[in-house]
């Protein structure tokens, strides 16, 4: 099973808007609204920020959303922050016997 | 609050056997609602789903690994564990075990919300 597709980089300058897609097919992204997003600071375990294509765990900040079409989910980080540089990962489920896919990950850089 | 602690050895030589265990803490691992699974990282590199287990035993592994791998759970001591035989350099990455939240009849078994610190494995001789 091929991770999912995510651009490697990303960046945008502090109160910006900027969005992270996650490509895959319709055995993952496409076919289930199992689509999660993690965000890591370097050194650190990664952190559920939305689940179920667009939920946001509690206590994670609204600038955080999700959305998916057709086989591309996106997160969306509004009013970027300093400390939103990290890197950012999608995952999803998948009918294919691994189960479970994750992205290959995107550095957020902000300028 | 929900803690998660991975333990086991930094350095493991190549064709020996990898054991980690995840402790967990603040919640008990027999609750039906949860999967327990294993996320890698090789240094630089991006997550690798491993495996997952549910506190009745029933496992799912990574195909790519499942020749190789075992997870097992103890509820007794609120654990579960990971043996990855036959190791090489390929395997040196840190090793995440995480929880995952499940919805009772769903095929997934739900986003990792709850994450150990992590440890790095080294393969070397």
């Known amino acids: 099973q091929s991770a999912l597709t995510q651009p490697a980089s990303v960046s945008g300058s502090p109160g910006q808007s900027i969005t992270i897609s996650c490509a895959g097919t319709?055995?993952?992204?496409?076919?289930?609204?199992?689509v999660s997003w993690y965000q890591q600071h370097p050194g650190k375990a990664p952190k559920l920020i939305i689940y179920?294509?667009?939920n946001r765990p509690s206590g994670v900040s609204n600038r955080f959303s999700g959305s998916k079409s057709g086989n591309t989910a996106s997160l969306t980080i509004s009013g970027l922050q300093a400390e939103d540089e990290a890197d950012y990962y999608c995952?999803?489920?998948?009918?294919?016997?691994?189960?479970?896919?994750f992205g290959s990950g995107t550095t957020v850089t902000v300028l | 609050q929900l803690q998660l602690q991975e333990s086991g050895p930094g350095l493991v030589k190549p064709s020996e056997t990898l054991s980690l265990t995840c402790s967990v803490s603040?919640?008990?691992?027999?609750?039906?609602?949860?999967?327990w699974g294993w996320i890698r990282q090789p240094p630089g590199k991006g997550l690798e789903w491993i495996g997952g287990?549910?506190?009745?035993?029933?496992?799912y592994y990574n195909p790519s690994l499942k020749s190789r791998l075992t997870i097992s759970v103890d509820t007794s001591k609120n654990q579960f564990s990971l043996k990855l035989s036959s190791v090489t350099a390929a395997d040196t990455a840190v090793y995440y075990c995480?929880?995952?939240?499940?919805?009772?009849?769903?095929?997934?078994?739900?986003?990792?919300?709850?994450w150990g610190q992590g440890t790095l494995v080294t393969v070397s001789s």
């Open positions: 995480a929880r995952r939240s499940y919805n009772l009849g769903s095929p997934y078994m739900g986003p990792f919300d709850y």
């Open positions: 179920d294509v667009s």
């Open positions: 287990i549910y506190y009745s035993g029933s496992t």
């Open positions: 995952s999803s489920y998948t009918s294919s016997n691994t189960l479970d896919v």
């Open positions: 319709s055995s993952d992204v496409g076919g289930y609204n199992f």
């Open positions: 603040g919640g008990s691992i027999s609750s039906s609602i949860y999967y």
